[in-house]
């Protein structure tokens, strides 16, 4: 067999690699996975404008974010549970965004303590915030993220509950008992373990513990309560841009969860050029959504996003070969964004603009 060439045939070789429990819930989106598909869809409707001889022979992907140097502006996503995939779980996943030069996103949902993956060598680590209904357990969440050195809170807006992935509910899916929510307290963690016939613990766990009461009100909360700066994961429209932006945060995730939440909401790269309006340069945009391609990441930047993120084509990599996948995974997404910044005239970041695409 060749070497893998890109991620799609990480896809490929991770499902030979995964039980079915675990890939379901990797791979699953909402209801008809509606969104999931568009998330990838849309990206195929739009097309680059390439501009010719411009003197390409050095293509720099190195940006900045949040004031932190990286090597190119793809971050890891946050995700839970990543020892599903691998033993080393997301010690792996931070290792390899470490050695790639880049931010890794660690989730509440994390089945590596958060202590422990700030400890990598190296590692810029941000920290994917859950609004918990008891406020203790947040604010027990921010005050480790803090002592720990994570350099942002991210707070995931868009699930107050967890969409209905159907592919969960009917394996009735819960952790094995080997792998915990590493940061939650074990009177939260428990019920991720209570297989059922039918349902998700998952589900279950999120409906009796997040707070589906939270407003911004709870995201000024929190910025009353740290110094971190804070970004909101999980924006759609221009109009919860604005307020996102009212509020001082200092970054926003557009994002739909990887159509794993509201299904039949817009492809995130469609949602972008609203979002990126409204906040009219007031505060960073990044995406995530549907990200296979150096291509896919130059029309993200192209239309604004200072940054993308990548969800589950590194869980594919961590599957196939712990933190040597993912790592891989991180490298050939920027060596194509490299080439693609060659092949467009666009030979760094910052001169990657608006004209280089067009929308239907
Ligand atoms: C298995 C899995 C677990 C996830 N866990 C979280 C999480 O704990 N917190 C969060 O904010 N987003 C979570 N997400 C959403 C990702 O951060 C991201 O928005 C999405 O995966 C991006 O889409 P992509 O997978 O197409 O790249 C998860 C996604 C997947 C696939
Ligand atoms: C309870 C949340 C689980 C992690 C998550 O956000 C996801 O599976 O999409």
Redesign the pocket.
Known sequence: MHAILNLHEYEAAARACLGAGAWD??QGGSEDELTLAE?RAAFGRMKLRPRVLVDVTACDTSTRVLDVPVASPILV????FQRLAHADGELATTRAASGAGTVMVA???ASVRLEDLAAVPGSTLWF?LYLFRDRAITMDLVRRAEAAGCRALVI?VDAPRLGRRERDLRRGFALPDDLRAANLPPSSAGRLHEAGASGSAIARHAQSNFDAGATWETVAWIRSISTLPVVV?GILTAEDAKLARASGVAAIVV?N??G?QLDGVLAAIEALPEVVEAVAGGCEVYL????RRGTDVLKALALGARAV?????L?WGLAVDGEAGVRRVLELLRDELALAMALSGRPQVARVDRSLVKFP
């Open positions: 819930y990797f998330n996503a946050p995700m839970g989730s509440t949902m994917q995931t994961k994002s969860h990887g794993r995530d959504g549907g990200v993120l990548v969800g589950r084509p869980l």
